[in-house]
């Protein structure tokens, strides 16, 4: 069975220092992995998909992630936080043929 | 751009009262989805379709039950509203083909108070 897991509920960084949200994944298959962000009183919108092409996958706003499969890793990364950045992120897996699975969500605070 | 739209971003109904939640989606696409997101309990999902008229519950389908007569068009349906379906809805929509699940595109949400 497919689960993610998100290891922060919360995350605080000071504006302008790198972003680390960690998501850990288990699939049995080849997964879909996809990062998502949901600022207050929205719907969630697609930062970056992983669909076995490169392991290495930019998406909007100056975020990236790596799919590490020894690791069953798919860290949501930024090299400097900005104060728009402040929102619920969420690590989702999925694979051909089964169900989509969301993780409970990492909330990003922004320090000034 | 795809765009998913919802009927209503705020609704208050009381208990009892049968609540209809809409959402419609411009990209023709086949899978269309209805969460329900939680403070602490993340998104769950309730209903899903990959087809007109098709339909398969989710997680956590009782209390509820959907209705997808067009492709576009997606229903969420509380029969009966209680106070613990107060909650965000989110509407999402998303292609498929050969098995692979794509990336969803969600609506704005309708953030439901039952009273």
């Known amino acids: 069975a497919q689960s993610v897991t998100q290891l922060d509920s919360h995350v605080s960084v000071s504006e302008g220092t790198p972003v680390l949200l960690r998501c850990n994944y288990s699939s049995s298959y080849s997964p879909s992995l996809f990062w998502y962000v949901q600022h207050p009183n929205k719907g969630l919108q697609l930062l970056l998909k992983y669909t076995s092409a490169a392991t290495l996958v930019k998406g909007i706003n100056g975020f990236e992630a790596e799919f590490k499969k020894s690791e069953t890793s798919f860290h949501l990364t930024k090299p400097s936080a900005h104060m728009s950045d402040a929102a619920e992120y969420f690590c989702v897996v999925t694979r051909r043929n089964d169900k989509i699975i969301f993780g409970k969500g990492t909330r990003l605070h922004i320090l000034p | ?115």
């Open chain 2, 1 to 115: 751009d795809v765009k998913v739209t919802q009927s209503s971003r705020y609704l208050v109904k009381r208990t009892g009262e049968k609540v209809f939640l809409e959402c419609v989606q411009d990209m023709d696409h086949e899978n269309m989805f209805w969460y329900r997101q939680d403070p602490g309990l993340g998104l769950r999902l309730i209903y899903f379709s990959y087809d007109v008229k098709m339909k398969e519950k989710g997680d956590i389908p009782e209390g509820y039950s959907v209705s997808r007569e067009k492709k576009e068009r997606f229903s969420l349906i509380l029969e009966s509203a209680s106070t613990n379906q107060t909650s965000m809805y989110l509407c999402a929509s998303s292609l498929m083909a050969s098995g692979a699940q794509y990336e969803q595109y969600f609506g704005p949400g309708t953030r439901l108070t039952v009273t």
